[in-house]
């Protein structure tokens, strides 16, 4: 939008508005309520509820001269247009005259909410939206309290059309404003909703198989203006003002969206406050005021029955439930008799405070602790991720933005959403990857390179950036020296690194290559340029922050010199069955989690943590926007937060930590790490006004998405901003001896099968499946038809399995989901041989 | 009676055969404006010749022409053939029977905006007329009147035809567009218009069939003896179909000016078994319902005499009512057409008309109470000037008109002594 400013007159308020804003849009600015059903800030205009009828008038011009035609007073004289016009579809100009709060303008707008509400069935002591229903608040702030429609000539419609598995909708209630019709197609990328029919039999239909077929399906319940789209998780579930609300930060990915979250006490949980709906809360600069459905839906594993509840000591060789002193006790024994010899191993699914605690614990004792994440690249986020005040939604024409190794409709759907959004403004989108993914069909530039040639396509990059003669032979094909070029040009430059394909040395390469590009294009330590890492986990960034490194000559080898392992929120056993070995010996072993996973198996003390809905701490985005989460429900049981757990089996080692509050905690992390200098939970809670105004009084403009009045949370500052001479060493990636077999390549699915996800059983049916995807020459080499089951073999072990063919796969690979029921650590070659 | 300059197959009977029309000097008028002629020169004859659009709003040709974005391309031109007003039936005349000429105009219209691809855009119901078309633009292709390379100039042109799905208001332009853009039938907003954003979102004319009929003879003959049939505002020919309870409904080719009673009492021999005339729809169901006075019958048939009288000329589909005619009952009929044909994308359309129909529904059969003549006033005055489109504004002309002239057909269903 341009900045030009266009001065008109709304009711008896002058105001000033960028050129191009839209009457309604510009009431609003100006604290005039114009009501509207089918406009949403968000979406482009269509104009078609007219409820935001108002009159508008222009000065009079001279047809002759052109010249503006004054009164009497020497004011521009108005001439009004002849009809009512809808205030969504009409843009401000010059010496305009808006009247919205005339009689005839107040009567065009009772008369469409009339006609509205001859096919509305009315039921709001029903409906799910009672209490937060633009319909509702509209009819009684502009409704004329009666209808002279005989009601039993009402057209009665199906009040419960599965649009997928997670979306209902009440076609009786639908007021046809086709905002979910086109959020799924402008915002969500997803066009799987249309009308149907015609006049008064006009519908809402889902074309997709599977119904509804979309990873954002969710956020059209949030702006449908009734009652008419209601989730699955939440049809029924109670009545909006029954709930209270606490403010959360979303664990799934690092994009780090701000939840809501809706809680009510309830008899069947024994009087517990049970976590009701999760909602979104208004981030612009993270999230704006969208989630993915998986944030949406898969949040039951935080409250799910199969949690750990007690803690546990083995006793005789089994694990038994014992009191928070013996278990304590018995892990401080264990870990002291290690001494030195104790190695630590956490994930980014658990707090900065829980991280800080677990790695200074560590460090007192002598030992390491290690990111069980297996990507590199978080000392250069640090040093040249995206400069503070980056905003996503504002990148478009003249910037670019490089997508590496990474799918990220699966790992980031919201990232994923801004960035096709920023390539509608123009933003040219480089897409690297060495398989087809959903993204390409927005992108500039495909630059498209063998599993294993990910490091070195980013090096080749930035040989076509630098022209450095040490890089040549990394040197790339004519579509990435055009891909370069545009990376060169943009005038600002995101990176999405990802670790599609990769191995951990791999893995630093690219990101260093990445890291380096843009330091040579100068695009780092300022506003809308910078590394973005797509970590596996939704705090993997600040674990790196909180001093935790990965293992860089592998996990087993860094336990095999444990002389006791003490693991925090990770899996190793589940997510590699290899692993098993390093703990079946006499190591001592402490595991605190939500779940008794396989690793907990082997333990010889189990701690139950607290979930992230049960109690406080602060996450690290992948764009290092730190943000706090509040706690919206009791503990389960004798959980207690990741950090006091470490705290308290640190006094049992006389060791002191911080351990009076979260809050206390992040104190000392701001003392110590010197990004987070001078940050505090009063400043992550800071926050300001955003446009659009959301979850107020006037949720008919934007929706039911919260507002934001927790804090908007901090964006720290990369090194590069203070230091502008940074420079990167690349380093080169291994060389990969031709193997036998196929490639199995482990890729991300957003609907995977593990413990985050499984609770939520409304989820069950879109679940990935474990099905071995590869290329169609492959399948026909080796005499694969459609859904076939065939064997895998795989370091000795043998999974049998359905096999599909798909384009976009390049042949020699074999594409499995993680967690998904085969655990692969990183790709590695594997046989497949039809089923005998 | 003089030669049709448009139903020419009336002089001609085998004119829709190419031969007969190429005898006839088919196509001299393209080949002329394709090898003599800019294509600013032909908008600036089609300006001058003062040529309306037919379909109903009479909007100047070649002023919608000149508005195309320049330099844009490509461009398209799409014949509206989505003849679906209730009572006109011209285009499908032209089309069956003068064929090449519409064609010809089609390519003409094309060549002045300069678009190397037109489309034709038939009704549902069209499906046998779609396909003689398909076949007739194939022999011109044989011909090489269509194609590339069109008499040795650098000019080429295809002509397609599409079929739409059988819905009234794809013959509003915008969502004619979506139609063939493969979306729902619905209008868009204007601005774009066509012009700057049409088909596929590029610069696009789209003009009825019978106004790019017109062309031939106007390139042939000149705008100055164009401009010497019809009035002085509303020039040229104009196909007048005429239905309802006259001796002889019909097509009538006469000039812009011609008076309703002429039209109905000399060409149409006036009232069926002579009953006396009670009232008029002068464009189908699209304009108020005029009552037959003197007045109104003497009025000149032009786009700026109609609206004296309280209604519009449209597409000229004059319908006949009798004495005999319920004009409750006729609204009754309308609006359900409308209520049908309601695309459902604004409120008070969708609503309107089917709480319009519901009310005249009750009146009908008998149901209905002295106070639902004004409720359906009421509905409809509540529809007037908030709709997204011309069809939700049409759509309470029979029913306004209606209670305004024959309010008394409505209270004899509804009151006391019904």
């Known amino acids: 939008m341009s900045e030009e400013l266009v001065r008109l007159k709304i009711d008896d308020i002058d105001i000033r508005v960028p050129k191009g804003t839209k009457v309604v849009d510009a009431a609003k600015r100006a604290g005039i309520d114009i009501p509207v059903f089918c406009h949403h800030p968000k979406i482009e205009a269509v104009g078609m509820c007219r409820m935001c009828l108002v009159e508008i008038g222009t000065p009079k011009r001279d047809r002759s001269t052109g010249e503006k035609v004054l009164d009497e007073g020497g004011q521009p004289q108005i001439e009004f247009w002849p009809k009512l016009e809808t205030s969504c579809t009409t843009p401000v100009s010059e010496g305009m005259v808006v009247k919205v709060s005339s009689d005839k303008a107040k009567e065009g707008r009772k008369q469409i909410l009339e006609f509205l509400l001859t096919s509305h069935p009315l039921d709001c002591p029903i409906c799910d939206k009672g209490g937060e229903c633009s319909l509702q608040d509209l009819t009684m702030g502009h409704g004329s309290g009666e209808s002279h429609f005989l009601l039993d000539d009402k057209k009665h419609q199906d009040k419960h059309v599965q649009l997928g598995d997670l979306i209902v909708l009440d076609r009786e209630r639908c007021v046809q404003c086709a905002r979910c019709i086109r959020f799924q197609k402008e915002v969500a990328g997803d066009p799987v909703l249309a009308f149907a029919e015609r006049g008064r039999d006009i519908e809402i239909v889902t074309f997709s198989d599977p119904g509804f077929d979309s990873y954002f399906s969710g956020n059209t319940t949030d702006i449908c203006p009734v009652g008419a789209l209601t989730t699955v998780d939440f049809r029924f579930g109670a009545r909006s003002w029954e709930m209270g609300a606490i403010a959360s930060i979303c664990t799934h990915c690092p994009v780090g969206c701000n939840l809501m979250l809706n809680t009510r006490r309830e008899a069947s949980a024994n009087g517990r406050h049970v976590i009701k709906r999760v909602m979104p809360r208004q981030n612009e600069r993270v999230n704006e005021i969208w989630i993915c459905d998986k944030g949406r839906f898969a949040h039951h594993f935080a409250t799910s029955d199969e949690r750990l509840t007690k803690p546990l000591v083995r006793i005789d060789g089994k694990l038994v439930k014992t009191s928070w002193k013996k278990a304590l006790e018995h892990a401080a024994e264990g870990l002291k008799a290690a001494g030195e010899g104790v190695v630590g191993l956490a994930s980014g699914r658990v707090s900065n405070e829980d991280l800080f605690s677990f790695h200074t614990l560590l460090k007192s004792l002598g030992g390491r602790a290690i990111l069980s994440d297996p990507q590199a690249g978080g000392e250069l986020v640090q040093q040249v991720g995206v400069g503070q005040g980056t905003d996503l939604g504002a990148l478009g024409a003249g910037d670019a933005i490089l997508v590496i190794a990474s799918d990220l409709h699966e790992e980031a759907p919201i990232w994923w959403q801004r960035v096709i959004g920023a390539a509608k403004r123009g933003a040219t989108l480089v897409v690297a990857n060495a398989r087809k993914t959903r993204l390409d069909e927005y992108a500039g530039h495909i630059v498209r390179y063998r599993y294993q040639e990910a490091a070195r396509t980013g090096l080749g990059l930035l040989q076509a950036i630098t022209g450095a003669k040490d890089l040549l032979k990394f040197a790339g094909d004519e579509p990435l020296k055009s891909a370069a070029k545009a990376l060169t040009e943009a005038e600002n430059l995101v990176i999405f690194c990802g670790v599609e394909g990769l191995t951990y040395a791999e893995s630093k390469s690219l990101s260093e290559a990445c890291a380096a590009i843009l330091v040579e294009t100068k695009n780092v330590g300022r506003a809308q340029n910078g590394l973005i890492a797509v970590w596996p986990k939704g705090n993997t960034q600040g674990a790196w922050d909180m001093g935790l490194r990965p293992a860089e000559g592998g996990l087993e080898n860094a336990l095999a010199e444990a002389k006791a392992v003490y693991i925090m929120a990770v899996d190793p056993v589940g997510d590699d069955p290899d692993l098993a070995e390093s703990f079946s010996g006499d190591r001592f072993l402490v595991v605190q989690d939500l779940f008794m996973t396989p690793t907990a198996e082997f333990a010889d003390v189990v701690f139950p943590a607290e979930s992230f809905v049960e109690r406080e701490g602060t996450f690290t985005s992948g764009e290092r926007r730190v943000q706090r989460f509040y706690p919206a429900v009791k503990a389960l049981g004798e959980a207690k937060a990741d950090w006091r757990i470490i705290t308290s089996l640190a006094a049992g080692l006389d060791i002191e930590l911080e351990d009076s509050s979260a809050a206390a905690v992040f104190l000392r992390i701001a003392e110590e790490t010197e990004a987070y200098a001078e940050k505090s939970y009063q400043s992550l809670a800071e926050f300001v006004e955003q446009w659009p105004p959301v979850g107020e009084e006037d949720l008919y403009f934007g929706g039911t998405t919260f507002k934001n009045r927790q804090g908007l949370g901090v964006q720290l500052a990369p090194t590069a901003e203070k230091d502008r001479s940074i420079k990167i060493q690349w380093s080169a990636p291994p060389e990969f001896k031709g193997k036998k077999g196929y490639l199995l390549v482990p890729v991300v699915e957003l609907y995977n099968r593990g413990a985050t996800v499984m609770p939520s059983e409304i989820l069950y049916s879109r679940l990935a499946s474990p099905v071995l995807r590869m290329s169609l020459k492959d399948a026909k080499s080796i005499g694969i038809i459609q859904g076939v089951q065939v064997e895998l073999l795989i370091d000795g072990r043998s999974e049998e399995l359905q096999a599909i063919a798909e384009e976009g796969i390049p042949e020699g690979v074999v594409l499995l989901g993680r967690g998904l029921g085969v655990p692969i650590a990183e790709p590695q070659y594997v046989e497949v041989r039809l089923k005998a | ?418």
């Open chain 2, 1 to 418: 009676m003089p030669e049709h300059i448009l139903l020419r197959h009336r002089d001609i009977p085998e004119i829709a055969d190419l031969d007969v029309y190429l005898k006839h000097d088919g196509f001299k008028a393209f080949e002329d404006v394709v090898t003599n002629q800019a294509p600013e020169r032909v908008i600036e004859t089609v300006k001058t010749a003062n040529l309306r659009g037919r379909g109903g709003a009479g909007f100047p040709a070649g002023v919608k022409w000149s508005f195309l974005t320049p330099g844009v391309f490509p461009r398209y031109v799409v014949a509206n053939a989505d003849e679906s007003e209730p009572g006109t039936f011209k285009d499908r005349e032209i089309m069956e029977g003068n064929p090449y000429q519409f064609l010809e105009g089609v390519a003409i219209c094309s060549y002045a905006a300069q678009a190397n691809t037109a489309y034709i855009y038939c009704r549902g119901e069209f499906w046998d007329l779609a396909h003689e078309l398909e076949d007739k633009i194939e022999a011109l292709h044989k011909h090489g009147l269509l194609g590339e390379g069109l008499f040795d100039t650098e000019y080429s042109l295809r002509i397609y035809v599409h079929l739409g799905a059988g819905a009234y208001i794809c013959g509003e332009e915008t969502a004619l567009l979506s139609s063939m853009e493969g979306e729902l039938g619905q209008p868009r907003l204007r601005p774009p218009f066509p012009a700057a954003e049409g088909l596929f979102a590029k610069p696009t004319v789209v003009n009825n069939v019978e106004t790019l009929t017109n062309l031939p003879p106007i390139i042939n003959q000149g705008a100055d003896w164009y401009r010497s049939i019809g009035t002085e505002k509303s020039t040229g020919p104009k196909i007048f179909s005429l239905s309802g309870h006259v001796e002889r409904p019909g097509n009538y080719e006469l000039p812009f000016g011609t008076t309703f009673r002429e039209l109905i009492f000399e060409h149409g021999g006036g009232i069926r078994d002579g009953k006396a005339i009670k009232g008029i729809l002068p464009a189908g169901a699209s304009a108020p319902l005029l009552p037959a006075t003197d007045e109104v019958l003497d009025t000149p048939m032009d786009y700026e005499s109609v609206p004296k009288v309280g209604s519009q000329l449209g597409s000229a589909s004059i319908i006949v009512l009798d004495e005999t005619v319920d004009i409750a009952w006729m609204s009754y009929k309308t609006t359900s057409f409308f209520k049908h044909e309601s695309c459902g994308k604004c409120a008070p359309c969708r609503e309107g008309t089917y709480w319009m129909y519901h009310i005249l529904n009750r009146i009908q059969n008998g149901n209905g109470a002295p106070e639902d003549i004004d409720l359906l006033n009421r509905v409809a005055l509540g529809i007037q000037g908030k709709c997204f489109c011309a069809l939700g504004e049409f759509s309470i002309t029979p029913v306004v008109a209606g209670i305004e002239h024959f309010r008394s057909d409505f209270e004899a269903l509804t009151g006391d002594g019904k």
